[in-house]
């Protein structure tokens, strides 16, 4: 009985704390005012960069999708760094040569653990733009989305700028069950920023300062990993330029990309994003993972014991109930903003399944190596 005392005890102390981070992120995305661009003359010029590998049945819908924004032509250029790719890549976005985009070809005789940064490094090399924005080669974007962005850095003068990304075109329960998980984790990272104290972000859809990503050094330290040309170049600027990060909170600024068709494809994503949590310099972060992923620890070290003592079975419920209302509370306004709460309604499923995925993602993504567009990486 006096185990059982301790352990609810326990319990509800990291069932406190969990709460009172999930409040925290409510806080912060209502930090976040919804941007409503002032009509201007931009001034600004921008490189979008891009890096693809063996994306021929994607990139030209993104390509498409780049020539069409509604921000001038004159400031704006495309830069399309082919990493080694074995398929048409290569041939589809050298047809695009006389619509202002241009094509880097990666060729690099040693192996590299990131190629992604090497990719972006080498092209931010070569660029005209005073604005670097990176998104993927698989993604759909509005045409009024690079002017969204523009119009927010030349008003708020921010040094890095983290936009919204989310799932579309969803073709199976799986694939909506991972359209509200990543909007939770978007949501999360709003919220730091929102919070004054920024954690993740998306390469996807990130803007910085040519001058700034050169002051903090690149991805000089960083560029070992696989993963991080955002979230580690994020904690970079943020520790020169804590009050200069913006989160761009406006729907013309969202750019969309497809869920994982399966759970083995998934997985290999998810560890290589985790894995550069290894990598964080900022204590905070690093501690706000710790406790999350300790909470979930609980639960189901709790049900699993609740199944030989059913007393940790109540406890154990109790934390899923608190868990799930108020994770239900931050994806009302999250779900709101992305026009997608109809997604709500798996967040019963979702919450035992994040569980389980949490406590294994937190283990794998920091030991071994891992698959990435054919490659294993670390």
């Not at 290894?278 to 999350?292: A, D, M, Q």
């Not at 997608?340 to 190596?369: E, F, T």
Request: glycine fraction near 6%.
């Amino acid at each position: 009985m006096e185990i059982l005392n301790l352990i609810s005890l326990l319990s509800a102390a990291l069932t406190l704390i969990y709460a009172f981070l999930v409040l925290s992120f409510i806080r912060g995305w209502h930090n976040l005012t919804y941007f409503i661009p002032e009509k201007s003359d931009p001034q600004t010029k921008v490189s979008i960069i891009v890096a693809a590998r063996d994306e021929e049945a994607n990139i030209n819908k993104t390509i498409d999708d780049l020539i069409a924004q509604t921000y001038p032509k004159v400031l704006t250029e495309i830069i399309i760094i082919d990493d080694h790719s074995t398929d048409r890549t290569t041939e589809i976005v050298l047809s695009y040569a006389g619509k202002n985009v241009r094509l880097i070809k990666l060729n690099e005789d040693r192996a590299l653990n990131s190629y992604k940064k090497k990719a972006i490094q080498t092209a931010i090399g070569t660029c005209a733009g005073d604005l670097i924005v990176t998104t993927d080669a698989d993604c759909r974007i509005g045409e009024n989305w690079l002017a969204t962005i523009v119009q927010l850095f030349e008003q708020k003068k921010y040094k890095m700028i983290s936009s919204p990304v989310a799932y579309f075109q969803e073709k199976s329960f799986f694939e909506r069950l991972q359209s509200l998980e990543f909007l939770y984790l978007i949501g999360l990272g709003a919220s730091t920023i929102g919070n004054k104290q920024p954690s993740t972000c998306n390469g996807a859809n990130l803007a910085y300062e040519k001058t700034t990503f050169y002051e903090v050094g690149g991805f000089q330290g960083i560029d070992d990993l696989a993963s991080g040309d955002d979230e580690l170049l994020l904690h970079k600027i943020a520790a020169k330029y804590p009050d200069r990060i913006g989160f761009l909170k406006n729907r013309d600024a969202i750019v969309y990309t497809h869920a994982k068709e399966n759970l083995s494809t998934f997985i290999q994503q998810r560890r290589r994003w985790a894995s550069k949590s290894t990598r964080y310099k900022n204590k905070g972060i690093i501690v706000l993972g710790v406790l999350i992923w300790i909470f979930n620890l609980s639960i189901l070290s709790n049900f699993i014991t609740g199944l030989f003592i059913p007393g940790f079975l109540t406890i154990t419920f109790y934390q899923l109930l608190v868990k799930m209302v108020l994770e239900s509370l931050f994806l009302w306004d999250v779900t709101g903003f992305a026009k997608r709460r109809s997604l709500l309604i798996l967040i019963p499923v979702l919450n035992v399944l994040h569980i389980l995925y949490m406590v294994y993602i937190g283990i794998a993504g920091n030991s071994g190596k891992y698959n990435w567009k054919g490659r294993m990486v670390r």
